[in-house]
């Protein structure tokens, strides 16, 4: 699929507008925020997938009208200044924001008093998102803590149609009727959502550099087993880790749960390769890429769910083959990629012999082969050690497939050694 993703700016309208073609996305952009020396870099991200992807309920297929959705996120890098990109990329029409504002979080839907500021798109209050399109709002001057939650509030007064969202954000979202975008309280967000909608990005100004690191794959980056309103996913605890060992750096997580690597799925994202530059390649400040998918491509063909569709039987060289793609694609943009063996999934119910030999197959290609920068070895990190193809029970969620947070942060410190050049070799 082709997309825009469009920068608005305030500066645009003095210094005019810059067009370049990247691939297949076009970008209008304006100057950064404070001059030469400042430059914008991504901070948070969300991945993005259609209505039709929703694995359960939620607001995605009906869409919104005349309704304020109030989302909370988790920035990972500071800056003193900020824009949001809010994405129509699977939208059957174009997208109407009326409203939008941004704060500080408080507890459940409330923010915090004093901290609300409005967010403009070309100096107006609202924009329209042509369909297939991202849109970059102007920068406001508003101080980003790393690591500390941010409420992004829109207010959305004409029918959206369905909506373009990331399904598992573990992360409550809030909705009211009306215009309470500039509220301080939550008493009108009445209703709410574990998915987020339309908000695929946060961006700070700060010193240019290529320091980011970007989580993709499938629900064991997504966060699949990670607890609601606790951010104890993987790329969470990483870079906490990171700041902790003094090496603090923005962690963008572009998981989707049942996504896969072999192309062509019908549900739960596009296919790694599909998105992997706008999910991976055209973020701002990224100079590193850890890679942890093929489990679903392995474990669907098990599967009778409509979800699983189409699902033949994955070899371990189709799979090699697109990890080779993705390493291609990466080194091409500059980007050092980091391979993650798959954990083990015996007990889960697409588990088979024949797709444990593939696991093993791939995770012997990505030890050995050479062809990632480095690798991090989820799968020993997390198996059992008197059963390797089981998961540790104290890093176990319940299903035998998704760590739990403990599973998680061991996943974090792995991947952390491997960054800051402390992993045993």
Do not use: C
Request: glycine letters at 10%.
């Amino acid at each position: 699929m082709n997309f825009r993703k469009i920068r608005t700016g305030v500066l645009s309208a003095l210094l005019g507008v810059l067009l370049t073609v990247t691939g297949t996305a076009l970008y209008v952009g304006a100057s950064g925020p404070g001059g030469q020396h400042d430059a914008w870099l991504d901070s948070w991200s969300a991945a993005q997938m259609s209505a039709a992807d929703a694995r359960a309920p939620n607001w995605s297929a009906d869409g919104f009208a005349g309704h304020t959705i109030r989302q909370t996120v988790r920035p990972t890098l500071a800056g003193e200044s900020v824009r949001i990109t809010l994405s129509n990329l699977f939208g059957d029409r174009p997208l109407a924001i009326t409203a939008a504002t941004v704060a500080n979080t408080a507890a459940g839907a409330a923010v915090r008093s004093g901290t609300v500021r409005p967010i403009s798109f070309g100096g107006a209050p609202g924009a329209v998102i042509p369909r297939g399109a991202e849109l970059t709002s102007d920068s406001i001057d508003y101080p980003v803590n790393a690591r500390q939650s941010l409420t992004v509030t829109l207010y959305l007064s004409r029918p959206t149609g369905p909506a373009t969202f990331h399904y598992l954000a573990n992360t409550t979202t809030y909705r009211a009727i009306g215009d309470h975008s500039a509220d301080i309280d939550g008493w009108a967000f009445t209703e709410s959502s574990r998915s987020w909608y339309y908000l695929s990005g946060v961006e700070v100004s700060g010193t240019p550099n290529r320091d980011g690191v970007v989580a993709f794959g499938d629900s064991l980056t997504d966060g699949a087993g990670a607890w609601m309103d606790m951010d104890n996913r993987y790329p969470d605890v990483l870079a906490d880790r990171l700041a902790v060992a003094g090496r603090p750096r923005a962690v963008l997580n572009t998981g989707i749960g049942g996504n896969r690597t072999v192309p062509d799925p019908t549900s739960a994202g596009q296919s790694a390769a599909t998105r992997f530059r706008r999910d991976v390649l055209d973020k701002d400040g990224i100079g590193t890429v850890i890679l942890v998918s093929g489990i679903n491509d392995i474990g669907a063909s098990e599967l009778l769910e409509p979800w699983a569709r189409p699902n033949p039987a994955v070899t371990a060289d189709q799979l090699i083959a697109e990890y080779r793609l993705l390493i291609r694609m990466a080194h091409t943009d500059g980007l050092r990629i980091v391979g993650g063996t798959l954990p083990p999934y015996r007990g889960t119910p697409y588990f088979s012999e024949r797709g444990e030999q593939v696991r093993d197959a791939v995770n012997s290609w990505i030890r050995g082969s050479g062809e990632f920068d480095a690798v991090v070895d989820f799968e020993r990190v997390l198996a059992d050690p008197s059963d390797p193809d089981v998961l540790a029970a104290p890093f176990d969620s319940g299903d035998h497939l998704h760590p739990d947070p403990a599973g998680y942060s061991a996943m974090a410190d792995a991947a952390a050694r491997v960054l800051i050049g402390k992993a045993d070799q």
